[in-house]
């Protein structure tokens, strides 16, 4: 584990420059998740100019530790792919960054906010507990599959 201090890292609004980067952290993380057209640049240039500024990453000496996909649809936001890399955790920047997040939300009057985490996401979902968030146990969550194509990849 790398310690650092919350001011030498840098948080702040992804854009698709940052791409590489990102998908790089996206790819260093077990048991990570990604969709083939989604998450591909294409994907997360469609979805940072649906959504300009909500989106963060988090930099130390120039490397991306940390990123959040972050959107809303006018009525509630949703976080995806919230990473730290395995190095970097424990030092502030999992909360720093929803935080920016949040406020970025605001700003764009969302008075909502949800994200999936995998229910074998251990850190994961002790991260989400620990900041506040709830567990909803009164709904149950589906999916429509539109395009076959983009395939869900898991890292190893």
């Not at 509630?76 to 997040?101: F, Q, S, T």
């Amino acid at each position: 584990m790398i310690k650092k201090n919350l001011e030498e890292i840098a948080i702040r609004p992804m854009t698709i420059e940052d791409y590489e980067g990102v998908h790089k952290l996206w790819m260093s993380i077990s048991g990570f998740a990604i969709r083939s057209i989604d998450d591909s640049r294409e994907g997360v240039e469609r979805f940072l100019t649906r959504n300009p500024g909500t989106s963060v990453v988090a930099v130390s000496d120039g490397k991306i530790v940390g990123s959040i996909l972050c959107g809303h649809d006018g009525r509630r936001g949703c976080l995806y792919h919230v990473c730290v890399h395995e190095d970097y955790r424990m030092n502030g920047i999992g909360k720093n960054m929803v935080v920016h997040c949040m406020e970025a939300l605001q700003r764009e009057k969302i008075s909502k906010v949800s994200l999936i985490a995998f229910t074998k996401n251990d850190i994961g979902n002790a991260f989400w507990k620990e900041i506040g968030w709830t567990r909803r146990e009164d709904l149950n969550y589906y999916d429509f599959v539109l395009n076959k194509e983009n395939i869900v990849r898991f890292n190893g």
